[in-house]
Structure formats: C-alpha cells, structure tokens
C-alpha cells in the first residue's frame, strides 16, 4: 500500500475527508451530516452541518506537527480567552469520551490523527475595497486585551507550544515547516543575507540565483503535507 505522504494531493483529499466523516461518530451529533472541506492548511477544517442547519468546523491535525499536549495548551488558552470576556473563540466540543481531543485513524493513514471539533462562529470575510477602519480599530483593541491576557494568565504546569526562532523558522537543521529552500518557487542554491527584526515584523533578505514561475513546482522539493 502506498504511503500517505507519497500520494498526490488530490489523492490524499479523499482520505483526508473519509477520516473526518468517520471522526464525526466520536461526537453526540445529529444523523444525516454533511462533511464538506473548507481549508487546508497546516490542518484540514471541515464544515459539519446537521439537517436542521447546525454547524460544526472539525481540524484534523497535520501529522508529527503539534504534539497532544501542545494542541491541549492553545485549546487551553482559547477557553480561558472566552471565558474571561477577552474576545470570542470558537468553543470545542467534548466527545463522547468526555474528551476535547479524540484521535481517529485510517487504513491508509500510518497513525492516529488528532481531531477537534468547534462550535461554528458566523463571521464573513472582508471584501475588496472595502472601508477597514472601523474593523481594524476592534483587531487593535482586541490584540491589545489579548496581551495584556497573556501577561496575567496562569498557564497549566504542562503548557507547551513550539518555539519560533531563527534555527525553526529559516535554519536547516530544525524548521518547524520545512526547508524553505524546499518552497515552491526556487530551483536550488539561494542562501539567507540578512535577517532585520522590527518592533512587529521580521524581515529576510534572500539571494536567490535563480527564480521559477510562481505556477512550478521544484523538483524533489519537499511540500507540506496535510
């Protein structure tokens, strides 16, 4: 049987969605759901509807990313924000098991995935050319509640996520999402020139010798996989 890893991405989509069908039956949900995707990411989010209208958004954790622990810390963070009033997070659902975390596996799948499921929050996205001010101005108050939230709040004795720094972000050694020399868009070489932190931004400078269509894909380059 063919590895999970070594298949196309369109093939590893219908996989990706059986598990998440499967993952439902963890959950006291409604008969009749549907289990559509909306975004893959680092994760894949799936929109859960029930025949009524409800709606759940179910994240099958990427594999080897976030271990257990460190999905239970941000989860951890995410009540306590909503909980104390900060900003409205999406509320995850218990299983069956009285768990928020359920792991689910696959036949063709080499391991058990992690898998949360949401309440749906009902949000739409900003349109083009569309006045910002006004939603900007709450994004500030929120981000500044979120710091300040940060700062008091006592995290759990286990609390753990990963740590981004120049070695798991641009080294070659430990990158937290791969080479970035891997990225779609370079053909080799290219080396790192500068590195320039500013009080909210980073920024790289990069020598690339030569650079490819946005549309090609490097040979052997290493994609991220769902």
Excluded: C
Excluded at 45 to 56: F, I, S
Excluded at 107 to 124: H, S
């Amino acid at each position: 049987m063919t590895d999970f890893h070594s298949l196309t991405h369109d093939q590893q989509l219908p996989i990706l969605l059986e598990l998440a069908q499967a993952a439902t039956g963890n959950y006291d949900l409604p008969h009749g759901l549907s289990v559509a995707l909306i975004n893959l990411s680092e994760n894949a989010t799936y929109k859960v509807e029930a025949p009524d209208g409800r709606r759940w958004a179910l994240r099958i954790h990427r594999d080897g990313y976030h271990s257990r622990t460190a999905i239970a810390s941000e989860l951890a963070w995410l009540i306590d924000l909503r909980q104390t009033g900060v900003v409205v997070t999406p509320a995850p659902v218990k299983g069956r098991d009285d768990e928020i975390i359920q792991q689910v596996g696959h036949a063709r799948l080499p391991r058990p995935r992690n898998i949360v499921l949401f309440d749906w929050e009902t949000g739409t996205e900003p349109g083009i050319g569309q006045d910002l001010s006004g939603p900007f101005e709450v994004l500030g108050e929120v981000t500044a509640r979120m710091h300040l939230h940060t700062r008091q709040w006592q995290r759990p004795s286990w609390f753990t996520r990963l740590t981004w720094d120049f070695k798991t972000s641009l080294g070659e050694d430990t990158p937290h999402w791969g080479r970035w020399r891997d990225g779609v868009g370079f053909e080799g070489g290219g080396q790192v020139l500068a590195v320039g932190a500013g009080h909210h931004h980073v920024v790289v400078l990069v020598e690339q010798p030569q650079l490819a269509p946005q549309s090609a894909r490097p040979q052997g380059g290493r994609q991220r996989q769902p």
